[in-house]
């Protein structure tokens, strides 16, 4: 797929969003909620730019906890996620386009993207600095999120740190679940991705002397 033929991709996901039934915009609700556990640190995903670094779960699971909620979902640049990952992560996929390689034509897929989806999840799409504030003021404009694993100036930044796994040990077994500690400015939360969900981690406990 040559660069027009992505830019016209693009447009023409857009074009089914707009004309699709029960069309949900982020200006109608406030604000798409987040999973309970992260609401101390980030209640909703408001128009703008979100970063979440460190963990790809983390970013995945945000877009599809918004995507249960009727978000429409753009992946943009994250040629890593399969089909069946997103579903994994809460994806509709009737409500979602994937563009993996955008081209150097990032930034012009991204600013039409924003026209028609909720939310847009991108990798390291290596803008320049005039093409991010535009791109900005046309997600806020319009009402949309970007979540980010890479941009210089976003209005929230989460960070996400793997603290474990768990259903393994030794090399042998099945990983189960896995383990977070995710914190924005001073805040932090323990959380568990379950395979469906983010929830909160259980407590370790403690040894008692007698």
């Known amino acids: 797929m040559n660069q027009a033929q992505r830019l016209e991709y693009a447009r023409t996901v857009l074009h089914q969003a707009e004309t699709a039934s029960g069309l949900a915009r982020v200006e109608d609700k406030g604000g798409w909620e987040t999973p309970d556990v992260l609401h101390p640190i980030l209640p909703s995903l408001t128009p703008g730019v979100i970063t979440i670094?460190?963990?790809a779960t983390i970013l995945l699971a945000l877009a599809g906890h918004a995507s249960t909620q009727g978000a429409w979902i753009a992946l943009l640049g994250l040629p890593w996620v399969g089909w069946g990952a997103a579903?994994?992560?809460?994806?509709?996929?009737?409500?979602?386009a994937h563009t993996p390689n955008p081209g150097?034509?990032?930034?012009?897929?991204?600013t039409a993207l924003a026209d028609g989806f909720d939310i847009i999840a991108i990798g390291n799409l290596k803008l320049g600095a005039r093409d991010e504030r535009a791109i900005v003021q046309r997600v806020r404009a319009r009402g949309a999120t970007i979540l980010a694993s890479d941009w210089s100036t976003p209005s929230t930044v989460l960070r996400a740190e793997s603290t474990g796994?768990?259903?393994?040990?030794?090399?042998?077994?099945?990983?189960?679940?896995l383990r977070f500690q995710v914190s924005s400015g001073m805040s932090r939360i323990s959380c568990l991705w379950t395979g469906e969900e983010l929830v909160s981690a259980p407590r370790a406990l403690r040894a008692v002397p007698c």
């Open 87 to 96: 579903n994994e992560h809460g994806l509709d996929l009737s409500r979602t």
């Open 165 to 177: 796994a768990d259903g393994y040990s030794g090399g042998v077994g099945h990983v189960k679940s």
């Open 53 to 55: 670094t460190g963990s």
């Open 104 to 110: 150097p034509r990032a930034a012009d897929v991204l």
